[in-house]
């Protein structure tokens, strides 16, 4: 028995007492950018309720083509306007370098791979970068509020990242 | 006040209560990509508890070059090989195309996204596609269990999509 046949079961458990369905577009009109990290359960941190809010969540929580593709979906189609990033202590992606990563890739398989790790050395810059991303890109227009955050592992918490002069 | 000043007065609340750290890697070794939807609560559909599993969500719970990403950093750096791939009914990537996207992007911003949307028109189809993709990928290498499911978001059930010839 694999992991995935005992969350299946789990799914049965939640079935049993699940109502629905709830209506397509986020009620709150938000869309979270975060962490893939387990540690995040994003709807429990936020005091997010079902049906609320677009959760979009990769390695390091940063904004890449495939976040401006989900949040330029989020905003145009189903009517999103706040978006709220989510990076952590204690994060995966400080603890190498692109090369590195890409060269054990590559020594492994043969092939470097085309695409950024995305790998960084400092939280809340990361945060501010994906912030700059996201005001730069021509398909994220209908931004009201933009906030980035550095969920805390040991407390809990959510620090908000303030703008830097650059 | 904002929305994501409300979630913030939530995550306090969560705080108050929070223990913690848990480790960085994922205790259950599994990774799941699934859609963005804000009806998809992954932590109580498939029964996860924090610090069991990377979670990865995109519009429609697809697989581009920066799930790739994600998956190999969970993989080779976290120890992640299971991995469960969720779509679900009612998605917003059934109701349009990739076509009419890009059209009505241009139209009002003047610039046609070089990104595919990854609409798609049937759920079973596009899940296979993802798991295709997967497969087919050079950097994803650690894996012992690959499946893909369909959230119902009336019942709260997963269906998996079995294999179909090509």
């Known amino acids: 028995?694999?992991?995935?046949?005992?969350?299946?079961?789990?799914?049965?458990?939640?079935?049993?007492?699940?109502?629905?369905?709830?209506?397509?577009?986020?009620?709150?009109?938000?869309?979270?950018?975060?962490?893939?990290?387990?540690?995040?359960?994003?709807?429990?941190?936020?005091?997010?309720?079902?049906?609320?809010?677009?959760?979009?969540?990769?390695?390091?929580?940063?904004?890449?083509?495939?976040?401006?593709?989900?949040?330029?979906?989020?905003?145009?189609?189903?009517?999103?306007?706040?978006?709220?990033?989510?990076?952590?202590?204690?994060?995966?992606?400080?603890?190498f370098t692109d090369d590195d990563f890409k060269r054990a890739v590559q020594d492994e398989v043969g092939i470097k791979p085309a695409w950024a790790a995305e790998a960084f050395g400092d939280l809340d810059e990361d945060v501010r970068q994906s912030i700059r991303r996201i005001e730069a890109s021509p398909f994220v227009t209908k931004t009201t509020s933009l906030r980035g955050f550095v969920f805390d592992v040991a407390t809990g918490k959510l620090g908000e990242v303030r703008p830097a002069a650059r």
């Not at 629905?20 to 979270?32: C, D, F, N, R, T």
């Not at 540690?39 to 005091?47: E, H, K, N, P, S």
């Not at 949040?71 to 189903?78: G, T």
């Open 1 to 95: 028995m694999t992991v995935t046949d005992e969350f299946l079961a789990n799914n049965a458990e939640y079935a049993a007492s699940f109502t629905g369905p709830l209506p397509l577009p986020p009620s709150k009109h938000v869309a979270v950018v975060a962490c893939m990290d387990a540690r995040l359960d994003v709807y429990r941190i936020l005091g997010l309720r079902e049906g609320e809010a677009h959760v979009i969540r990769n390695a390091g929580g940063v904004v890449t083509d495939d976040e401006i593709r989900s949040l330029a979906i989020s905003q145009r189609l189903l009517g999103t306007t706040e978006i709220i990033l989510i990076h952590h202590t204690d994060c995966g992606m400080l603890t």
